[in-house]
């Protein structure tokens, strides 16, 4: 027994807050590499806390399985409905025996992968094998219901709705955090609130606790709470305005969901708000009005409603996450290279650039630091957010200054050309590792993860009188199935003009959009290192 302990689990050392999320650890001193391990496991259910069962078995991804089986032994057919459903490489045997019926799934000779760059949820993909006695997703939502109106446990008689004193004490906080503002305004005020006054610890939703929040008072309170608990107080103040919405049920750690209904898959509570069709997750506290973020995009969901409704969030749109991002440069007769920038934001680039500068007590200084350290050119300045990171209504902006060390150097005859590309300076997307961690020579098996957006940098470059241009790099242009890259360089006086768009039409994609996909960032790749040709001005 001393070679079997309990510790915390990573997820609870990771946690925002706080979770008695536990792992057992078993040691095998003699493992070596050809080692078979052998492994069997007896659940017995007597009591659900949920008023059905449902379980889902997979293939272990990362080591693979010579053998797995899987057994249930229920009630005949004609007194239990159970039902199960298997995918890909999965033998089931179902029969009745001595009044009992068995079923049996066997997954065999399932080989261990690796995972790819980026790719979507391995959890995905193994042979699964999935029973459940729920005849639809919606039951789950309506159980959810049930267990919102009561307290703290799924047999306490005490009611979640607030005493007639707590409901005052909401309404005047409701009233007061809206003012004047109506509608989908108020609906935008109260969830900037409860985002950010709030916090957020992970107390993981859990069947066994009943899928209960906590009292409104107490959440209010204390000043924290998990996903299901400012979900509940962010639609308690809501009600007070006249906007109804509902908790809404969602997985955080899957894209597919098991070919059955169950409700180990969801781990995560939202809200949706019918009158606007829109889904809020208030633990966001970077996230604007209605931005979900790209994990949780197309995702089946069930709002908890009195008989539950089945639904999914809506599809990205490129159009709503938008970085436009702008440098005024000049180059130096020292050699040195000077720039201003600034950056305008929507939708996920916004969540990631106040998320960016969410570090606290850090400098200007520092943020730009940060930043020119993995540039070609380094160098040095300040670099800050322009809006407020905690004013969710107000779209992400920044902005900055730096200088170059000596970045170039002309003769004093002016026969040697300097070759130059242009500096990355403070730009988060191509200063740090943006579009490069996505460059593979592999072949992809699965499929992989992006972010639909509009990218695009304008540049304008000023030479010193005593420099000329005399090699301007051609524009790049590629559109295909994924997306779209285009660029344009000119002159104009003594300012050379660069544009470039990026844009990426979804979140997913497929083994077969591999080729398209790599098309697109090796056209970007190659034009950030196409360089500008200047010389000393004949005559200077």
């Known amino acids: 027994m001393e070679n079997i302990f309990t510790r915390t689990s990573q997820a609870s050392e990771n946690a925002p807050g706080f979770c008695n999320s536990v792992t057992t650890t078993f040691v095998f001193p003699n493992l070596h590499v050809g080692s078979r391990l052998f492994l069997s496991t007896r659940h ?9 069962f449902s379980f889902t078995g997979k293939a272990p991804w990362a080591c693979g399985a010579d053998h797995i089986e899987i057994s249930f032994k229920v009630p005949p057919k004609d007194t239990f409905y159970f039902k199960w459903a298997s995918l890909g490489g999965i033998t089931v045997e179902d029969r009745e025996i001595n009044g009992s019926r068995i079923v049996k799934a066997e997954i065999k000779n399932f080989p261990d992968h690796d995972l790819e760059p980026f790719m979507v949820f391995p959890t995905d993909f193994p042979p699964s094998f999935t029973v459940s006695t729920l005849k639809s997703w919606s039951e789950i939502g309506a159980f959810y219901f049930q267990g919102e109106q009561k307290g703290d446990k799924p047999s306490a008689v005490k009611s979640l709705t607030p005493s007639a004193d707590s409901t005052l004490k909401l309404k005047a906080l409701s009233s007061k955090i809206v003012g004047s503002k109506k509608g989908k305004e108020a609906a935008e005020a109260l969830y900037q609130w409860v985002s950010s006054n709030i916090t957020y610890v992970a107390l993981f939703l859990d069947f066994n606790d009943g899928f209960v929040p906590h009292d409104p008072m107490s959440i209010l309170t204390n000043r924290y709470g998990d996903c299901k608990d400012k979900s509940l107080l962010l639609k308690i103040l809501l009600e007070h305005q006249g906007i109804k919405s509902f908790s809404t049920l ?57 008989q539950g ?28 290279i000077h720039g201003k920038y600034t950056v305008e ?45 905690h004013d969710l209504n107000d779209p992400a902006k920044a902005k900055g200054e730096w200088i170059t060390p000596t970045g170039f150097t002309l003769d004093g005859d002016g026969e040697a050309p300097v070759f130059l590309p242009l500096p990355y300076g403070l730009d988060i997307r191509l200063s740090l590792p943006f579009m490069r961690t996505y460059f593979t020579t592999q072949p992809r098996v699965f499929p992989f993860q992006a972010v639909a957006g509009i990218d695009t940098w304008t540049y304008a470059l000023s030479l010193p009188v005593d420099v000329e241009l005399f090699y301007l790099p051609p ?44 098309a697109l960032v090796e056209l970007l790749l190659l034009d950030l ?12």
């Open 44 to 52: 017995n259910k007597i009591t659900p806390t949920f008023p059905s």
């Open 345 to 389: 934001t929507t939708g996920p680039s916004s969540t990631q650039l106040r998320g960016y500068f969410s570090a606290p007590f850090t400098p200007p200084e520092e943020f730009a630091r940060n930043v020119l350290l993995s540039t070609p050119e380094g160098g040095a300045g300040t670099f800050f957010i322009s809006t407020n990171p």
């Open 250 to 306: 969602i997985s955080s750690k899957a894209d597919h969901a098991p070919p059955l209904p169950c409700e180990a898959y969801f781990d995560h509570v939202i809200l949706y708000i019918p009158s606007f069709d829109l889904f809020l997750d208030p633990t966001q506290i970077y996230s604007s009005f209605g931005e979900l973020g790209p994990d949780f995009s197309n995702h089946l969901v069930v709002v908890a409603t009195s």
């Open 309 to 336: 409704k089945q639904m999914r969030t809506p599809l990205p749109q490129a159009c709503k996450n938008l970085y436009t991002a702008h440098s005024e440069l000049s180059l130096n007769k020292d050699g040195t």
């Open 475 to 518: 524009g790049q242009s590629l559109e295909n199935k994924v997306g779209r890259y285009e660029s344009t360089y000119e002159l104009q006086g003594k300012k050379i003009l660069v544009k470039r768009i990026f844009v990426l039409n979804k979140n997913i994609y497929e083994p077969e959009e591999q080729k398209d996909f790599m």
């Open 529 to 540: 290192r196409q360089p500008l040709g200047i010389k000393k001005r004949v005559g200077t």
